[in-house]
T-cell receptor, first 112, second 115 residues
Framework: EAGVTQSPTHLIKTRGQQATLRCSPI?????VYWYQQALGLGLQFLLW???????NRGNFPPRFSGRQFPNYSSELNVNALELEDSALYLC???????????FGPGTRLTVT | SQKIEQNSEALNIQEGKTATLTCNYT??????LQWYRQDPGRGPVFLLL?????KEKRKERLKVTFDTTLKQSLFHITASQPADSATYLC??????????????FGTGTQLKVEL
């Protein structure tokens, strides 16, 4: 069974640009979660999508947004990039055991 | 808000010994407490989950305890091996409604198992 996949692996952007990160959940999983892991900090919950809808978001500004497609894959968009957005962005999916989240390898976003 | 403390100092132990990692939390007791393993530059890997009404959970060489009175979980790796070297994350799960669970993570403890 294929795990959660994310693309791209690395992304380098400059301040003010927009970044788009992609995630494909485990087959059969309908929930997708996004987390940010900045250097030296724990994972911070960003967004939760389920059945195509945004269900909850963490304490992040509106320039962090995303969507979930009919095939349950998801996209995270970060607008007006700031230097402090540099981090590892992790996607996780869950299925019929909602308390178990399975993570992808992450996208390393660097903002210069 | 929920605060989770893990020993920020790295833990170095000898191969074959038991590694014990600590996770302390404040405020509410979570519905579930989970442990993940994270290797450098990789996503966390789910290891074990323990519910608030469970005291102990085992999986092969791993054991997790959960004390809601002390607000503490201990994570044990017995007969440790160099391949167990990684950062171990404690995460508290709280239902968000609608079936989702928000995970709040600690910053992790780095374990190094030496020959």
């Amino acid at each position: 069974e294929a795990g959660v996949t994310q693309s791209p692996t690395h992304l380098i952007k400059t301040r003010g640009q927009q970044a788009t990160l992609r995630c494909s959940p485990i087959s059969g999983h309908t929930s997708v979660y996004w987390y940010q892991q900045a250097l030296g900090l724990g994972l911070q919950f960003l967004l939760w999508y389920d059945e195509g809808e945004e269900r909850n978001r963490g304490n992040f500004p509106p320039r962090f947004s995303g969507r979930q497609f009919p095939n349950y894959s998801s996209e995270l968009n970060v607008n007006a990039l700031e230097l402090e957005d540099s981090a590892l962005y992790l996607c996780a999916s869950s299925g019929d055991r909602p308390y178990e989240q399975y993570f992808g390898p992450g996208t390393r976003l660097t903002v210069t | 808000s929920q605060k989770i403390e893990q020993n920020s100092e790295a833990l170095n132990i000898q191969e074959g010994k038991t590694a014990t990692l600590t996770c302390n939390y404040t405020n509410y007791s979570p519905a579930y407490l989970q442990w993940y393993r994270q290797d450098p530059g990789r996503g966390p890997v789910f290891l074990l989950l323990i519910r608030e009404n469970e005291k102990e959970k085992r999986k092969e060489r791993l054991k997790v305890t959960f004390d809601t009175t002390l607000k503490q979980s201990l994570f044990h790796i017995t007969a440790s091996q160099p391949a167990d070297s990684a950062t171990y994350l404690c995460a508290l799960a709280r239902p968000m409604g609608g079936g989702g669970n928000k995970l709040t993570f600690g910053t992790g403890t780095q374990l190094k198992v030496e020959l």
